[in-house]
């Protein structure tokens, strides 16, 4: 008798920075051409974009070679991963993989929450590219990563001291602003004006390539997008949201169920919180591990930019007896637990 149980998934939407030169051509490549549903998504977003008067989906992803001054832009990026996540998402095989949770990273959770049904594909649509082109004249400060973990993937003391050193130091200064915007497992994404970050990038010892700036991001997350909020609330109403088919985890941890979720604080919380507040993947992916004990981490793509993450927050958690980077590897090598549709692909 062929064992038909379905293994126990949650899925993680990416955030900005995992459509790149390595991923080019994801759409064109991995997009289920056979899911009429889908391809009826597709081509939604691709006719709402030129009725904009912008570079439609298929004309981003079929350059000849990638361009960062136009595919990192916020109103172009944003749309992109959504797509590219979203494709990976309807090719999931729902015989074998029965999904209990959603959660995603900063600008991750307005994919999952069209992932999880509570945005439909129109308002999906209105929330991600709205967000994504807000600062589309000017960009609000920016964001830089570091690691506060060693070789060994294993928290180091000595690294945490010295970034919170820092930011003491840099938030003492006049005309600066830095703030913990992300935790992301084995790394602190830092958010500030430009003033600050350029004294971080002086300051902070260099581990490796870092610390280092990311490419045409905002100071997400942080209080310098008390603005962005405001605007936010002013043009997407609260009846874009719904409740979701399957339960959300949001970036402080907290579980929204799909029969028991209050629209009013999912509205709230999304153009409120989560845009000025220290996004907490690391709490978010936590929840999932303890909460729902899955079988497996699906991690959509484009890109694997979280996978190191995930194998960090593993070994915080010693999930599975994982305690170290070698750990990790051999237990992906073996039977992975986390599945990167966008390492797959490529």
Not at 217 to 232: C, G, K, M, Y
Not at 291 to 318: A, H, V, W, Y
Request: aromatic share 10%.
């Amino acid at each position: 008798m062929t064992n038909t149980k379905r293994e126990r998934v949650v899925v993680i939407c990416p955030g900005r920075g995992t459509y790149t030169k390595e991923t080019l051509g994801y759409l064109k490549k991995y997009r289920p051409q056979q899911n009429q549903q889908y391809n009826q998504f597709f081509d939604l977003l691709d006719q709402k974009r030129q009725a904009l008067g912008v570079p439609t989906l298929s004309d981003l992803d079929n350059e000849p070679v990638f361009k960062p001054g136009l595919h990192t832009k916020g109103e172009h990026a944003s749309a992109l991963i959504y797509a590219c996540s979203f494709a990976d998402f309807m090719s999931l095989d729902r015989e074998k993989f029965d999904v209990v949770a959603v959660t995603g990273n900063s600008m991750g959770w307005y994919i999952a929450l069209a992932v999880a049904g509570a945005l439909d594909a129109n308002s999906a649509f209105e929330v991600i590219n709205t967000m994504g082109s807000m600062m589309k004249e000017q960009i609000i400060g920016g964001q830089l990563i570091y690691p506060i973990v060693d070789l060994n993937w294993q928290k180091s003391l000595h690294q945490e001291k010295d970034l919170q050193q820092a930011l003491s130091e840099v938030q003492a200064m006049d005309g600066c602003e830095a703030y913990i915007s992300i935790h992301l497992g084995g790394y602190a994404v830092i958010g500030g004006n430009q003033k600050a970050l350029d004294f971080l990038l002086k300051r902070l010892p260099k581990i490796e390539n870092y610390p280092f700036q990311l490419i045409n991001h905002a100071a997400f997350h942080t209080p310098l997008l008390n603005e962005i909020s405001n605007r936010a609330f002013e043009t997407l109403p609260p009846p874009l949201f719904q409740k979701p088919q399957i339960p959300l985890i949001d970036g402080r941890g907290h579980i929204w169920m799909d029969y028991a979720t209050d629209l009013e604080a999912l509205y709230d919380y999304t153009l409120g919180h989560q845009v000025v507040a220290p996004y907490d993947f690391t709490q978010a992916v936590t929840v999932a591990l303890k909460e729902f004990c899955p079988d497996r981490l699906i991690l959509l793509g484009p890109g694997n930019t979280l996978g190191g993450s995930i194998g960090q927050i593993l070994i915080e958690n010693k999930w599975k007896n994982v305690s170290s980077k070698a750990d990790f590897t051999n237990l992906q090598k073996a039977d992975p637990f986390l599945i990167s549709m966008g390492r797959s692909a490529n």
